[in-house]
C-alpha cells in the first residue's frame, strides 16, 4: 500500500500528472496544511494532532539540546559568549525555520507504521530523509526573491539621520540611572491622561511618558530584511520623539560607534572562530537526526549570529562607560532585544521583561529549562498581564 505525502504546492500540471499515474491504484493521498488540492481528488488533510504534536516534540527536542554535554559540557555553555546566550538567541529562530522539515520527518515515521510505500511530494529534498521515502521534486513557478534594496535605502537614510542626531544631540547617559528600550514601529495610540491620539509605542506609551529624568530611552528601529517584499516605513512615526528627545540615545548611534571599534571586530573574530571550533566538535560526535538538522540550521545562521555578536559588543561597550542600575524592555527573548539586555546585564544592570505573546508549553520565547535558570538565561524580572 502506497500513501502519498504533498508537502508543497503542486502547479496545475503536476496534479494532473498525479491524476494520470494513480489511474490503476488507489494511494492514500494526504496533503500538509495550505496545500490548495483540485475537488474532484480524493484528499484527505494531515492530522491536526500530527501538526500539533510534531511542534511540540520539536520544542522539547530543542530544550533537550541546550542541556545536552559535549565533552562534559552543555551546548548552551559552549554557545556562550561573554554574556551572549547564543543558544539562546537562535533556539527561537531555529523553532520556526525547522517547523516544516520536523513535520515532514514526523509524517513519515507516522505513516510507515501502516504503509510500505511512502512517496514524498516537496519541492526541496528534506535533510536526512530515511532510504525508504521516495520523493517526487515539483518545480513550482516561484520568482526568485531579489534583493530588498529600495527598503534598505530608506532605511540608510533613516539611519544618516539617526547617527547625525546621536553626534549632535547628548541625552547625558551619565546622568541616568535605568534604561528602557524602545524598538517599535510607531502607530496610532491614545494618550493616557488626555486620550488624545498620538503616534508611539502602543504598549509602553504610557510607560516612557511617566519615566522621569532618570531614565534613559534607547530607540532603535527594526531593520528590513535583506531579501522579499517588506518594505521600510519612512515617516514622522520614526522621527518622532514625543517629546522626549533630552533623554533618548539613538541605538543606531551605539552600534555604528561600535562598529568602528578595531577593538570590538578584534572580538567578535575571537568569538567566531570559536563558534566555528564548538559546532565542528559537535558535528564529530555521535548525534541523532534531529540533532545534525539542528547544527545544519545553527551554520546557516551564521550570518545573523555575526551581526548579533557586533551588536552586543557594542552595547556592552556603551554600558561600560555607562552602567545602569536596570534595563527594561518588551519582547525581551528575540534576539535583537536580548543583545541590548544581556550586554547590560554583563556590567552589572538587573534586566527587566515585560511580557509580549503568551506563556505557556507551545510559545519557544517562555520555555526555559533548570539549568537555563541556574545560568542567568532569562530576565531577572518579568512583568506580566495576568497570573499563570
Same mark, same amino acid.
Not at 106 to 117: G, I, M
Not at 127 to 133: A, F, I, T, V
Not at 229 to 257: I, P, Q, W
Not at 332 to 345: F, M, Q
Given at each position: 500500500m502506497e500513501?502519498?505525502?504533498i508537502?508543497? !504546492?503542486?502547479?496545475?500540471?503536476?496534479?494532473?500528472s498525479?491524476?494520470?499515474s494513480?489511474?490503476?491504484?488507489?494511494?492514500?493521498?494526504?496533503?500538509?496544511?495550505?496545500?490548495?488540492?483540485?475537488?474532484?481528488?480524493?484528499?484527505?488533510?494531515?492530522p +491536526?494532532?500530527?501538526?500539533? %504534536?510534531?511542534?511540540? =516534540?520539536?520544542? &522539547?527536542?530543542?530544550?533537550?539540546?541546550?542541556?545536552?554535554?559535549? /565533552?562534559?559540557k552543555l551546548?548552551?555553555e559552549r554557545?556562550?559568549?561573554g554574556n551572549l546566550?547564543l543558544?539562546?538567541?537562535?533556539?527561537?529562530?531555529?523553532?520556526?525555520?525547522l517547523?516544516r522539515?520536523?513535520?515532514?520527518?514526523?509524517?513519515?515515521?507516522?505513516?510507515k507504521?501502516?504503509? *510500505?510505500?511512502?512517496t514524498l511530494?516537496? *519541492?526541496?529534498?528534506?535533510?536526512y530523509?530515511?532510504?525508504y521515502?521516495?520523493m517526487v521534486?515539483?518545480?513550482?513557478?516561484v520568482?526568485? !526573491?531579489g534583493?530588498?534594496?529600495?527598503?534598505?535605502?530608506k532605511?540608510?537614510?533613516? #539611519?544618516?539621520i539617526k547617527?547625525? %542626531?546621536?553626534?549632535?544631540?547628548?541625552?547625558h547617559?551619565?546622568? &541616568?540611572?535605568?534604561a528602557i528600550? =524602545?524598538r517599535?514601529?510607531?502607530?496610532?495610540c491614545?494618550?493616557?491622561?488626555?486620550?488624545? $491620539?498620538?503616534?508611539d509605542?502602543?504598549?509602553?506609551?504610557n +510607560?516612557? =511618558?511617566?519615566?522621569?529624568d532618570?531614565?534613559?530611552?534607547?530607540?532603535e528601529?527594526?531593520?528590513?530584511k535583506?531579501?522579499?517584499?517588506?518594505?521600510?516605513m519612512?515617516?514622522?512615526?520614526?522621527?518622532?520623539?514625543?517629546?522626549r528627545?533630552?533623554?533618548t540615545v539613538?541605538?543606531?548611534?551605539?552600534?555604528?560607534?561600535g562598529?568602528l571599534?578595531?577593538?570590538?571586530?578584534k572580538? &567578535?573574530?575571537?568569538?567566531?572562530d570559536?563558534?566555528?571550533?564548538e559546532?565542528?566538535l559537535?558535528?564529530?560526535?555521535?548525534? $541523532?537526526?534531529? %540533532?545534525?538538522?539542528?547544527?545544519?540550521e545553527?551554520?546557516g545562521?551564521k550570518?545573523?549570529?555575526?551581526? #548579533?555578536?557586533?551588536?552586543y559588543?557594542?552595547f556592552e561597550?556603551?554600558?561600560?562607560?555607562?552602567?545602569?542600575?536596570?534595563?527594561t524592555?518588551? /519582547?525581551?527573548?528575540?534576539?535583537?532585544t536580548?543583545?541590548i539586555?544581556?550586554?547590560?546585564?554583563?556590567t552589572?544592570?538587573?534586566?527587566?521583561?515585560?511580557?509580549?505573546g503568551?506563556?505557556?508549553?507551545?510559545q519557544p520565547a517562555y520555555l526555559?529549562t533548570?539549568? *537555563?535558570? &541556574?545560568?542567568g538565561v532569562m530576565? *531577572?524580572?518579568?512583568l506580566v498581564?495576568? %497570573?499563570?
Amino acid at each position: 500500500m502506497e500513501v502519498i505525502l504533498i508537502f508543497s !504546492q503542486p502547479a496545475d500540471s503536476e496534479w494532473s500528472s498525479l491524476k494520470a499515474s494513480i489511474q490503476n491504484s488507489s494511494p492514500r493521498i494526504v496533503v500538509a496544511p495550505g496545500i490548495v488540492y483540485p475537488k474532484d481528488l480524493a484528499v484527505e488533510k494531515l492530522p +491536526l494532532q500530527l501538526t500539533n %504534536e510534531a511542534a511540540g =516534540d520539536l520544542l &522539547r527536542a530543542l530544550l533537550d539540546f541546550g542541556d545536552r554535554h559535549f /565533552d562534559n559540557k552543555l551546548v548552551s555553555e559552549r554557545l556562550s559568549f561573554g554574556n551572549l546566550r547564543l543558544w539562546h538567541y537562535m533556539r527561537f529562530r531555529m523553532f520556526f525555520n525547522l517547523k516544516r522539515e520536523y513535520l515532514i520527518h514526523a509524517a513519515v515515521e507516522y505513516y510507515k507504521k501502516s504503509y *510500505d510505500k511512502i512517496t514524498l511530494w516537496i *519541492d526541496k529534498k528534506p535533510l536526512y530523509l530515511p532510504e525508504y521515502c521516495q520523493m517526487v521534486l515539483l518545480n513550482p513557478k516561484v520568482k526568485k !526573491q531579489g534583493y530588498n534594496l529600495y527598503a534598505w535605502a530608506k532605511y540608510l537614510l533613516y #539611519f544618516t539621520i539617526k547617527i547625525v %542626531e546621536f553626534i549632535l544631540i547628548n541625552p547625558h547617559p551619565e546622568k &541616568r540611572k535605568h534604561a528602557i528600550v =524602545d524598538r517599535s514601529l510607531k502607530q496610532w495610540c491614545r494618550d493616557a491622561e488626555s486620550l488624545e $491620539l498620538k503616534k508611539d509605542n502602543y504598549t509602553l506609551s504610557n +510607560l516612557l =511618558d511617566k519615566a522621569n529624568d532618570d531614565f534613559l530611552i534607547i530607540a532603535e528601529a527594526e531593520q528590513p530584511k535583506f531579501k522579499g517584499r517588506t518594505d521600510f516605513m519612512l515617516s514622522g512615526r520614526l522621527l518622532n520623539t514625543a517629546n522626549r528627545r533630552h533623554k533618548t540615545v539613538n541605538g543606531e548611534g551605539v552600534f555604528f560607534k561600535g562598529w568602528l571599534s578595531p577593538k570590538i571586530h578584534k572580538k &567578535r573574530k575571537i568569538w567566531t572562530d570559536k563558534l566555528t571550533e564548538e559546532l565542528n566538535l559537535m558535528e564529530n560526535a555521535q548525534l $541523532l537526526p534531529i %540533532e545534525k538538522l539542528f547544527l545544519a540550521e545553527l551554520k546557516g545562521l551564521k550570518p545573523g549570529i555575526r551581526f #548579533f555578536m557586533l551588536k552586543y559588543l557594542s552595547f556592552e561597550q556603551f554600558f561600560t562607560k555607562y552602567p545602569m542600575h536596570t534595563v527594561t524592555a518588551i /519582547d525581551e527573548n528575540s534576539p535583537a532585544t536580548r543583545c541590548i539586555l544581556d550586554a547590560a546585564a554583563a556590567t552589572g544592570s538587573k534586566r527587566i521583561g515585560i511580557q509580549h505573546g503568551n506563556i505557556g508549553n507551545a510559545q519557544p520565547a517562555y520555555l526555559y529549562t533548570p539549568k *537555563d535558570r &541556574r545560568m542567568g538565561v532569562m530576565a *531577572d524580572k518579568t512583568l506580566v498581564w495576568g %497570573e499563570y
